[in-house]
């Protein structure tokens, strides 16, 4: 049996490239594929492999005191999802471009929001009703297919794009508000809360084990719907088969959660096109690249 596993941790490195040699050496040895980045704030992991092999690479992570109290998510898959091993040191194991703002000691992320558990989201919103409003911590194109039902889905493609969306003047007035932050397992929101703290925004909380942790309590009989996207090659998973399709096809309109590469090559855009569309060759984001794609043809 073969599983994937989620986890980051944020705590001070003081040597990342030591921390990266033994991660990929330890991923090594048990035959595991994934990427991995560790930066002087943490370590930021998705990789699979036999169920096995994930739990004694998972013992030997926790093992490094720094790692002690790490939590890993499990979640459907395999290595085969991986088309190799990534484990890398970069200067963010999220790239907001907020490193120098970022602050993190043995706790965690300094200043980020109260971290809520699946069941404790919901009690906030039977006791503040329609006030809790829902923040979306992915790109915009991942909350097309799947996201907290009246969510705020801010105009970003990727995190760095963040900054300046919050520094605008776009989300005044959900600022005394309750907030919360939500991604897909959570380690975007350790950064995002803080950001918006530093903002003026009152009262930030994110979800514990984000979407992930959120499926696996609730699955679709709760406040989530859709599908989640993930960065592998499976693109997106369910959390059971009353899953609806919330995402829609760019040539007929219909739902879908079914996204594709625009097969024009100098495009290359992420979209999202139905399986009756794919069947009829219709895999192009628009008549231009398909009329590009012609043309070379």
């Known amino acids: 049996m073969q599983k994937i596993l989620l986890y980051y941790k944020f705590v001070p490195l003081s040597d990342p490239e030591a921390v990266r040699l033994w991660q990929k050496t330890l991923c090594e040895q048990h035959n595991l594929k994934g990427r991995i980045l560790i930066s002087k704030h943490g370590l930021n992991g998705t990789v699979g492999g036999d169920l096995e092999d994930l739990k004694a690479y998972a013992k030997a992570t926790k093992l490094y005191a720094p790692f002690k ?5 499990w979640s459907e898959g395999s290595r085969d999802h991986f088309p190799k ?18 602050q993190v000691d043995q706790q965690g992320v300094v200043g980020g929001g109260v971290h809520l558990k699946p069941e404790e989201v919901h009690k906030l919103v ?5 006030d809790v409003v829902f ?4 790109n915009a194109y991942e909350a097309k297919v799947g996201k907290f ?5 801010p105009d970003v493609r990727t995190s760095q794009d963040f900054i300046t ?10 600022k005394d508000k309750p907030v919360v932050t939500y991604c897909t397992g959570g380690v975007r929101c350790e950064i995002l809360s803080s950001l918006m ?15 992930v942790k959120y499926g696996e309590k609730y699955g679709d009989e709760g406040l989530w719907e859709g599908s989640l996207y993930v960065f592998d090659d499976r693109m997106g998973v369910n959390f059971s088969d009353k899953a609806k399709d919330i995402g829609v096809c760019v040539h007929c309109g219909e739902h879908t959660s079914n996204y594709e590469n625009c ?13 009756q569309c794919k069947a009829a060759g219709k895999m192009t984001c628009s008549a231009a690249c398909a009329d590009i794609l012609a043309t070379a043809a």
């Open 197 to 211: 703290k530093n903002r003026g925004f009152k009262e930030v909380y994110q979800m514990d084990g984000g979407i």
């Open 126 to 130: 039977e006791e503040r009703g329609e």
């Open 69 to 73: 109290g790490i939590t890993f998510k």
């Open 135 to 138: 923040f979306d911590g992915r």
């Open 85 to 102: 091993l990534s484990v890398k040191v970069r200067d963010e194991i999220v790239s907001f471009k907020a490193g120098d703002e970022l």
């Open 263 to 275: 097969a024009n090559k100098t495009c290359n855009d992420l979209i999202l096109i139905c399986e």
């Open 165 to 174: 969306e919050l520094d605008s003047d776009k989300y005044d007035d959900i």
């Open 149 to 153: 039902k009246n969510a705020v889905v």
